[in-house]
Nanobody, 121 residues
């Protein structure tokens, strides 16, 4: 069994910062691409940022220059540093990861349970 567990969400004022973490654990052979998505009420889930195992990164245009995605391969963990947060970025933030399961050697896409980020004064 494989799990992704997120942490770091919360309430922050506009212009503030938060750092999200997402750790993969369980029956893991390798963790490939990892990413962060968000879903605001009444809206579709959107990709925020992604990072491959070797460090290639993509961001949605709206967060470029403010958010930084990184990962620690030894800890199977991905991070999202969010600076200069805006009220419209209030959403549930989800991480995902393409993980090769140790026992089957098959890659699956896993999702975390989500963490709430609220940007409000």
């Amino acid at each position: 069994q494989v799990q992704l567990v997120e942490s770091g969400g919360g309430l922050v004022q506009p212009g503030g910062s938060l750092r999200l973490s997402c750790a993969a654990s369980g029956n893991i052979l390798s963790v490939n691409a990892m990413g962060w998505y968000r879903q605001a009420p009444g809206k579709q889930r959107e990709l925020v940022a992604s990072i491959t195992r070797d460090g290639s990164i993509n961001y949605v245009d709206s967060v470029k220059g403010r958010f930084t995605i990184s990962r620690d391969n030894a800890k199977n963990t991905v991070y999202l540093q969010m600076n200069s947060l805006k009220p419209e970025e209030t959403a549930v933030y989800y991480c995902n990861a393409y993980i090769v399961v140790f026992t089957t050697k098959i890659q699956y896409l896993y999702w975390g349970q989500g963490t709430q980020v609220t940007v409000s004064s």
